[in-house]
Structure formats: structure tokens, C-alpha cells
């Protein structure tokens, strides 16, 4: 199918509606490799932030794992955090606060990235679809003391 868009830089061109589908079906075939990439980024760091905890703290923090998502438990308490893929190949997280005795949750949205390093958003940080990818531990907070 063949259509005509018009470009204020460009002037009429034409349109092709299987590039367009081309396109999108590669950055799905990323984001199902790069998704887990993204996954075990944020287990790492948070896994590395939790045994920090417990030296310096003596938290008592536990990070459990299944290979599509992780968790962070108090040693034979409540789940603290969790972390999981969704069938969009981003990520589902669910954290306590234990200030306000209340469970929060979202999307951690993954943009996939032709140089094979994904990028994750939070949807409903400050401004919409905020990158992330440095410091995503002050997001997803662990314990509040």
C-alpha cells in the first residue's frame, strides 16, 4: 500500500507501509533479547545495593531470583521489592513502603537500542518517560528509614 505524506522540510513523499512494519517488528526482536539484559542490570545493581545494606546496616535482606524475575525479601518476612518481565518484554515491579504501610507498582518500560544497551523509563516518574539507566536504585526503593 503506497502513501503520500507531506514534509515541511521535505515536500511530498512517499510513504511505505512495509518499512514501517519492518521496523517495528526489529525493535520487537530487540526488546525480546535486550528485555532480560535490562532485567539482570537491575538485579545487579540491586543485589550489590542489598549486600551492601546488610554489611553496613545488618539489614537482614535476601534477593531470591527465577530466571524471568527477582526479589528482594526480608530474611523469613514480607517481599520488599519484586521484579518481573511482562509479556511486552518490559519490566512489572511491585515494591512496600514501609512508611505508609502501602504496596506501590508500575511499568519499567525498556527501549531497546541498536547498540545492544537498553534504556529503561519509568512512566510515572516526575516527567513522563524519564530516563533512568545510571541510577535506577532511587526509584525502586528498597527500605525507607
Not at 38 to 56: F, K, P
Not at 96 to 123: C, D, H, Q, W
Amino acid at each position: 500500500m503506497e502513501c503520500w505524506i507531506f514534509s515541511a522540510e521535505c515536500g511530498p513523499a512517499l510513504f511505505d507501509h512495509r518499512l514501517m512494519d519492518e521496523i517495528k517488528e526489529n525493535a520487537t526482536q530487540l526488546r525480546k533479547t535486550q528485555a532480560p539484559i535490562a532485567l539482570r542490570s537491575l538485579q545487579t545493581a540491586i543485589t550489590a545495593y542489598v549486600e551492601d545494606m546488610n554489611i553496613r546496616l545488618q539489614a537482614g535482606l535476601a534477593v531470591r531470583e527465577t530466571p524471568t524475575s527477582f526479589e528482594v525479601h526480608e530474611l523469613e518476612k514480607d517481599t520488599l521489592l519484586s521484579l518481573s518481565l511482562t509479556g511486552e518484554n518490559n519490566i512489572y515491579y511491585t515494591q512496600l513502603v514501609k512508611r505508609r504501610n502501602e504496596m506501590e507498582s508500575g511499568t519499567i518500560y525498556v527501549r531497546a537500542s541498536l547498540n545492544g544497551a537498553p534504556t529503561i523509563l519509568f512512566s510515572d516518574f516526575p516527567r513522563t518517560n524519564v530516563e533512568h539507566a545510571r541510577k535506577p536504585l532511587r526509584r525502586l526503593r528498597i527500605c525507607e528509614f
